[in-house]
């Protein structure tokens, strides 16, 4: 069975991207395995000294489930079966890990539209995953 993994970070963009798997289902006579992925930034800091973890988990757990708001109800309404993960860490390494552990064929992506100049001086998740990843990756526009 084809795995996909869908990093998503609730913006109009990641939408277009979970749109685009939607419409995919249609080429494939087994419906792929979908896991949608939002990575939470690490908390910045001395936080861990002020608030006990559990706080600080429920909190990563909360805005997990607001940035994969949109994605889950999208899925949810064309009746794709999907998982989800919420995680903490670099976006990068944790795209890249989940799709090595979930041995997943295929990382879909959506571009953020910064703008080429922006991209050089800052980096972009999407020009480093796939630079970093050896699964194959569709980016979505």
């Known amino acids: 069975m084809l795995k ?27 419906e792929p395995e979908i896991h949608l992925l939002n990575v939470q930034p690490s908390l910045d800091g001395n936080v861990s000294l002020f608030i006990n973890q559990n706080d600080i988990k429920q909190y990563h757990q909360e805005e997990g489930l607001k940035c994969l708001q949109k994605a889950r109800l999208m899925l949810d309404q064309s009746s794709v079966k999907y998982h989800y993960h919420i995680t903490i860490g670099d976006p990068v390494d944790r795209i890249e890990q989940f799709a090595t552990e979930l041995h997943c064929d295929l990382i879909v992506i959506s571009a953020r539209g910064h703008g080429v100049i922006k991209n ?21 526009k």
Do not use: H
């Open 4 to 30: 996909f993994l869908l990093p998503v970070d609730g913006s109009d963009n990641a939408g277009k991207a979970v749109g685009k798997v939607i419409e995919m289902m249609s080429w494939y006579k087994t």
């Open 120 to 140: 050089i001086l800052l980096g972009s998740v999407v020009n480093k995953v796939m630079q970093l990843t050896s699964k194959p990756v569709l980016l979505i």
